[in-house]
């Protein structure tokens, strides 16, 4: 179960950071046997100056992108899966460009970013990756053909330009990253959101009843964070971020909920939204939301 809620944090997390940048679409299926793609991303064709705030994560993004984040260390199986889900699409769009009568471009394939909180020295070894000059230690490339790279994020050097990834990572790391994420200045144009998203899955954590020790230090650590926040969110209001996150979550979990739904949900007080944001795990179809409703 924590799993699944690290993967539609991370999910919701990629997002929010990519979605000025251009199209961003989350668990897509693709053909054959039933496979989802984590994160598709499709950059806007007239790019933007601010896509350096998003530092290496920003890089992944200023081409197509497949982005793939594993919330435990990735196995050598789980690396070949993701690196199938790629060649699916390379195939699907050499179809698409043959029935049109066009020429599949070098930059319309999508290059593929794995990212794992550790990995072992012998699987990057058994997959040929190297390390390129003109990019960060952590970042392990496979052959150019395989149009793939495998990132370490323990081994990411604490900086800026790693931030947006190391959130991503578990332990040490991840809370490194989050003392780094509190200390921005309050207007900077990701911190908010980001913290709400941070919030949400401490909430969706504390309700499990099997966590691991990273997640049980997690909700320790955040706790008096949240708290304060809290208490300014009150006093400010802040609750925006909270309905658009939840509208976000329902239209994954169960489509389009209609006008009606909406308004109710933006007349939910911050506790009534992160209850909902917890129960909204379980919800498969529209009724399940009403049912909450009904209840409240």
Known sequence: MTRFIH????????????KNYGEVKSSQKISGEI???????????????NLHILGLLGRFAENPALIEPFRNPTSTDEICDCVLKLLEVK????????ANQTKLQDAEIPKLWILTPTISKTILSSFGTTQKTDWLSGVHFLPDAWRTAIVAIHQLPPTPDTLW???????????????????????????????????NL??????????????QELIMRL???????????????RQ????????????????????????????LSIEQLENLGEALLDFTTLADLETWFNQQ
């Open 35 to 49: 496979k989802e793609i984590d994160v598709v991303f499709t950059p806007a064709k007239q790019q933007t100056s």
């Open 7 to 18: 993967d539609e944090f991370a999910k919701d997390y990629l997002e929010e950071l990519l």
């Open 202 to 215: 401490r909430e969706n954590l504390r309700v499990n009843q099997e966590l691991e020790t990273d997640d």
């Open 223 to 237: 706790e008096p964070l949240y708290q304060r926040d809290r208490e300014q969110a009150k006093q400010e209001g």
């Open 91 to 98: 195939a699907l769009l050499r179809r698409e460009a043959k």
């Open 165 to 199: 990834l190391r959130l991503l990572g578990r332990g040490s790391v991840q809370s490194q990253a989050i003392m780094e994420l509190q200390a921005l200045p309050l207007n900077h144009p990701y911190q908010k959101a980001i913290l709400e998203l941070v919030y």
């Open 240 to 267: 925006e971020g909270r309905q658009d996150l939840v509208l976000r979550q329902l239209n994954r979990r169960i489509g389009e909920i209609d006008a009606s739904l909406i308004e109710r949900i933006q007349g």
